[in-house]
């Protein structure tokens, strides 16, 4: 338990500690000091230490498992616990301490587990001892607060054990609870250079229980204090960042900071393929509009017939060459609606999904008008609990309405009439 | 390149794209707003009615009830300007909802057949709506645009 404490009152080095724990195995049941050895044994030694002495000890503490017949049967409903306590893969200290303090049964899991002992003498047979591990590249990763630098911690990794068989992944797989295995050798050099990383794991991960507050570090005291500053500094930094990032995007996101880098991502792809439009746009009314005042120089009645002719900018050879195509996407969501525009040269078609509770037709159909948008085809209904529409139109000629303004404009009606109306019960009829 | 950075880097460049894009809309508005539109959208009207009787198309109003509330409604019209608007005006006047709603244009006419919930539906209330429809195309085939007046 104390490893998995923000105690941090543990001091892997400290033998005197790690002696506290070893004594247990002659005790009678009791779970918790068997989790505590086995995690502590995991702890015990240095990565350089490896494999024997810690093969050793969980090999010790196998036996003592095993032929504690009291425990089979206890062991044996672990089984769908550690799936359980396991699935915490990316949680929080906290979260995860929570857990192993639950209840003792799934105490002895989660601590089983992350020793790798393998409760019944049939999966013994599957799994290579020493190598037992459930988590073969098992990455517990701790995080005080979301910006520290997460330690991924394997408890067995410093044994050095070879990669697991295809057996125990594929065993793995196929238990409930969708623990997923990480697993791959790259995962492992990964792993291991963050913990053998010449002791920086292994401070880093002494850092983060400073985090907490309760360092009893002797000989590091004053380093960490200073870490301790610059490091949280750095964390909030960092933070702020991404919330910052986050309200430049339009779109609502969740808070994580994956979704966060998504949906910039996102956002950034759609403002360059709009500044493409745009430009292509000013480039052909330009154009445009060159011509018109070349045209009014000409004969008068020569302007009148090529005046439908001319203007078209695709038609005249002797003016700028705009032959690019115009394209353009993008969608907008809000809260009870979303809407996607698509831009092909003068085609417009737009896709709007809506929350079923006013009549929005009406509104998007008056804005279309108001956009000078040709309604060629429309096709849509009632879906569930939405309004789906799709509308095929033309831009009419000579208005540049480009796909942002579209899209903006079409989810700010919307929204506004959704916000607007009362809410009434639907189906009333 | 560390993540504090990336995201830096990130953060002006959306600015930059943002400036960028606002930019090139104000002169596009500008440009606009200085340029004339041609009167193309005129000729554009009387093509379209020519079209339609090239084709045979008629005009035509059908109004149906069908399962207890629900109106069948199929609609074809000389496609103008605004049409649609003053049309989902009409049903949303009414008291209709619509379910589904599909609309085609072809050589100037235009389609539209939709299924509507009405809130209380009765012979007498289909004949009344049949007739209100045909009244509003015969208003709307004079005009080559449809304002949007709010006048049925």
Redesign the interface.
Known sequence: MKVYEESGCFDPHSITDCQDLIGLPGATNCPNSLEDSLNISSYNHHHEDVSAAAAVDMEAHQHYLLDNTTTTNANAHLFPYLNQELSYDQSNWETFNMVPSSSSPEAAAAAVASGGYTPTPDLLSLFHLPRCSFLPNSSISFETTPGSPSVVYDPLFHLNLPPQPPVFRELLQSLPHGYTVPADEKDAAGVGGLYHDGDNGMIEFTRDISMAGRSKDRDKAGKTTKHFATERE?RV??ND??Q??KT??PSPTKIDRASIVEG?IN??KE??R??RE??I??DK??C??DR?KRLKTEDAASAADA??VG?KPLGDPDQCYNTSLRSSWLQRKSKDSEVDVRIIDDEVTIKLVQRKKI?C??FV??LL?ELQL?????????IGDY?S?LFNTKI?????V?A??IANKLIDVVDRQYAAAPPTSSNS? | MN??TI??D??T???E??K??ED??E??HE??A?????G??METGADAADEMRECGIKEEVKVTNIDG?KLLIKIVMEKK??C??KL??AM?FLGF?????????FKGSMLLSS?L???FVDTLMVEQTEELFIEMIRSMKGSSECA?NGSL
């Open positions: 750095r930094h960092l960042k991404f910052a990032l430049m995007v910039a956002y950034i403002l360059l709009t500044v745009l430009k746009l000013v009314k330009r445009g509009q018109g005046g439908d203007c009549n037709l009406l159909s008056r008008d040709d309604l060629h085809h429309v096709a849509g209904g009632n309004y529409f009419y000629e000579g208005s540049s480009y942002s303004a009829l | 993540k504090a995201i830096d990130a953060i460049y959306i600015r794209l943002q960028t894009s090139l809309s002169e596009l440009m606009e200085s340029s004339e539109d041609g193309k959208q509330n300007r605004g649609f608007t989902i005006e949303n909802e619509f379910g589904e709603t599909n609309v085609t244009t299924c919930l009405g809130k949007n």
